[in-house]
T-cell receptor, first 112, second 114 residues
Framework: ELKVEQNPLFLSMQEGKNYTIYCNYS?????LYWYRQDPGKSLESLFV?????AVKQEGRLMASLDTKARLSTLHITAAVHDLSATYFC????????????FGKGTRLHILP | DVKVTQSSRYLVKRTGEKVFLECVQD?????MFWYRQDPGLGLRLIYF???????EKGDIPEGYSVSREKKERFSLILESASTNQTSMYLC?????????????FGPGTRLTVT
């Protein structure tokens, strides 16, 4: 059974600092997704990582995937208040019943 | 842009009522999904569908059923609503490509069962 664990689940940080959110998963997969959710709103797709070593960047966010370690990271550079949100990673379960399994989310609060 | 719409943003129902949550997508996606989101539990998959009239149970299907009579519409049904079904319900759709199963989410329906 595929399990997806994120840590930390809650992060409070000051503007201008760097930090990393980690996403570990338990079985083989080479497709990983990062989503952002603002309070009261739905999920917005940020990154789709499709192979080992994949790295994608948009603005102050950079996501990477290491399929051998079963680990993805979402790195925040010089955080700004607008990045406050909940971030979810999700992993494709592969196999006959393909479905995406979500982590519990990391609630990021950036202090001005 | 992909658009996924849900019939209601907020819904209040009484225990025992039959509840229908509707989801429509306009991108001709094969795959559609229903999740519920609860604090501390993340997103949990209730049911999904890979084609018209096709459905598969997710991780927490008990107390729910679904209907997909048309490709663009996926309905979640609570046969007899209970208070533990108070939650945020999110619908998603996606294409079934070998390279990616990225999902696009609707705005959500916050259901309260009293």
């Amino acid at each position: 059974e595929l399990k997806v664990e994120q840590n930390p689940l809650f992060l409070s940080m000051q503007e201008g600092k760097n930090y990393t959110i980690y996403c570990n998963y338990s079985t083989t997969s080479d497709r990983l997704y990062w989503y952002r959710q603002d309070p009261g709103k739905s999920l917005e797709s940020l990154f789709v990582l499709l192979s080992n070593g994949a790295v994608k960047q948009e603005g102050r966010l950079m996501a990477s995937l290491d399929t051998k370690a079963r680990l993805s990271t979402l790195h925040i550079t010089a955080a700004v208040h607008d990045l406050s949100a909940t971030y979810f990673c999700a992993v494709d379960s592969r196999g006959r019943d393909d479905k995406i399994i979500f982590g519990k989310g990391t609630r990021l609060h950036i202090l001005p | 842009d992909v658009k996924v719409t849900q019939s209601s943003r907020y819904l209040v129902k009484r225990t025992g009522e039959k509840v229908f949550l509707e989801c429509v997508q306009d991108m001709d996606h094969e795959n559609m999904f229903w999740y519920r989101q609860d604090p501390g539990l993340g997103l949990r998959l209730i049911y999904f569908s890979y084609d018209v009239k096709m459905k598969e149970k997710g991780d927490i299907p008990e107390g729910y059923s679904v209907s997909r009579e048309k490709k663009e519409r996926f309905s979640l049904i609570l046969e007899s609503a209970s208070t533990n079904q108070t939650s945020m319900y999110l619908c998603a759709s996606g294409i079934a490509e070998i390279s990616s199963y990225e999902q696009y989410f609707g705005p959500g329906t916050r259901l309260t069962v009293t």
